[in-house]
Structure formats: C-alpha cells, structure tokens
Nanobody, 113 residues
Framework: VQLQASGGGLVQAGGSLRLSCAAS????????MKWYRQAPGNQRELVAA???????NYADSVKGRFTISRDNAKNTVYLQMNSLKPEDTAVYYC????????WGQGTLVTVSS
C-alpha cells in the first residue's frame, strides 16, 4: 500500500488549499479513506473521513470549512480546505485501514495570521 499526499503549503488566514492523496496497491473504490492531522506537540487527530459509498464525516473544528471527496477513477482522495485558520497548521496525513493503519508521508500546511 502506498499513499502519496500533496498540496500542502503556506497560506494566509482565510485562504484555501486542496490536498490530494493518491493511493496504490489497494482496491481504492471499496475502502474508506481518512485525513488526519498532527500539530506540533499534539496528538494526531481525525479531520475527515469518506466511505466507499461517499458518506462523509468531519471533526467539529472543520465542519463547514473542509470538504473531503474522492475520485475512484484516479484512486485519489481530496481535502478541500477553505477559510483556513492558524490553528489548522499541522502535518496532514491520509490514511486507509486494511488490517492495520496505513499512512501517507504527510504534507505540511502552515496558516499565517
């Protein structure tokens, strides 16, 4: 299983970014996919999840600002992040659970105030 995340960067508060995570080595379409984040000194936390059928759920802290989506034809999951806040600064990881958790390498999002 390989998960390749991209799309992070530096953005001002109020701005937007779209993260992508390309998966290989799995039957992507039948698996739920998740985005987590980890800020310095904090535990890794679940940000958003999407089932194989497209149902989504979000952490309370990002509801209404972030949108998770998937393109099964491209084996890719996305995280559209709008109205970014400094507290969204973290390394973002995509995840799939297949017997155990598989993680991408992470992509850094930095939101300046």
């Amino acid at each position: 299983v390989q998960l390749q995340a991209s799309g992070g960067g530096l953005v001002q508060a109020g701005g937007s970014l779209r993260l992508s995570c390309a998966a290989s080595g799995i039957i992507f379409s039948i698996n739920a996919m998740k985005w987590y984040r980890q800020a310095p000194g904090n535990q890794r936390e679940l940000v958003a999840a999407i089932t194989s059928g497209g149902s989504t759920n979000y952490a309370d802290s990002v509801k209404g600002r972030f949108t998770i989506s998937r393109d099964n034809a491209k084996n890719t999951v996305y995280l559209q992040m709008n109205s970014l806040k400094p507290e969204d600064t973290a390394v973002y990881y995509c995840n799939v659970h297949l017997g155990w958790d598989h993680w991408g390498q992470g992509t850094l999002v930095t939101v300046s105030s």
